[in-house]
Nanobody, 121 residues
Framework: QVQLVESGGGSVQAGGSLRLSCAAS????????MGWFRRAPGKEREAVAR???????AYSDSVKGRFTISQDNAKNTNYLQMNSLKPEDTAMYYC???????????????WGQGTQVTVSS
């Protein structure tokens, strides 16, 4: 069992920055994936970024170059640094824990409750 707690959301003007944190507790293991997803009203859930236990990262095209995911394994915490925020980034952001297998992050079975990010123009 893994528990995830997000923090760092808030309101910011366009062009500003926020740093989201995802603290994990409970059982941990190698070959894990930590991902960030977001859902805006009226839109499908979107995968934003993910990082593997080995530190490999991937990003959605919509955030590439603006967002950076990183992790501190000693603290069981990962971070999503969001720069140059746009109004379209407004969404509820969720942290999730999954498995890395055969080169793919999948089976995101553990989810946090989410943290709201609001970007105004």
């Amino acid at each position: 069992q893994v528990q995830l707690v997000e923090s760092g959301g808030g309101s910011v003007q366009a062009g500003g920055s926020l740093r989201l944190s995802c603290a994990a507790s409970g059982s941990t293991y190698s070959s894990n994936c930590m991902g960030w997803f977001r859902r805006a009203p009226g839109k499908e859930r979107e995968a934003v970024a993910r990082i593997t236990g080995g530190g490999a990262t991937a990003y959605s095209d919509s955030v590439k170059g603006r967002f950076t995911i990183s992790q501190d394994n000693a603290k069981n915490t990962n971070y999503l640094q969001m720069n140059s925020l746009k109004p379209e980034d407004t969404a509820m952001y969720y942290c999730a824990a999954g498995l890395y297998y055969l080169g793919i992050c999948r089976d995101y079975t553990y989810w946090g409750q989410g943290t709201q990010v609001t970007v105004s123009s």
